[in-house]
């Protein structure tokens, strides 16, 4: 297998404090961007309403991976399905994907909501959202993900 060597190119900063599974909506972080890149790396970026942030799940141990077909959140109501049919941080590299909305810049400092990193989280790469580079034709998907997800964007002020 092939190896890759990465190094973050931000942090987020505030937000959410500790890993949940739901009640994501509403938070308001930051992602600094790391002094070694230019301003100029961000130029522009202001125009758009949504980013498309790559971070690592840098709370998680190796142990965590589960390369074995499970149920969702283990609820046996939904079924068994493999490590790369989940999202979340038992897949082996521990990478997510998130499409925060872009508030606001200053400098290096990107003020988002939705994102669904924790404070302290490694960024290792951002681009804008382009629709153009979303799907493509009709999105195809069971109903389990939608039932299990229902409550992930919720607003964090009403968590019970």
Do not use: C
């Not at 890993?19 to 301003?39: K, M, T």
């Not at 290792?124 to 009709?138: S, T, W």
């Amino acid at each position: 297998m092939a190896t890759y060597q990465v190094e973050s190119i931000g942090t987020v900063v505030g937000g959410h404090t500790r890993v949940q599974d739901d009640y994501q909506a509403g938070v308001e972080s930051v992602i600094r961007f790391n002094e070694a890149y230019p301003l100029e790396t961000l130029q522009g970026i202001e125009e758009f309403s949504h980013l498309t942030v790559t971070w690592h799940f840098h709370l998680a141990r190796p142990e965590d991976v589960q390369l074995h077909a499970r149920s969702p959140r283990g609820k046996q109501r939904w079924p068994a399905t493999g490590t790369f049919v989940h999202r979340n941080h038992r897949r082996p590299n521990q990478l997510a994907i998130s499409y925060p909305r872009l508030l606001g810049v200053e400098g290096r400092d990107l003020r988002v909501t939705d994102l669904d990193a924790v404070d302290g989280t490694p960024v290792i790469d951002l681009a804008p959202y382009f629709v153009e580079m979303g799907p493509r034709g009709d999105i195809r998907q069971p109903a389990w993900p939608s039932e299990m997800l229902a409550p992930y964007w919720l607003d964090a002020s009403k968590r019970p």
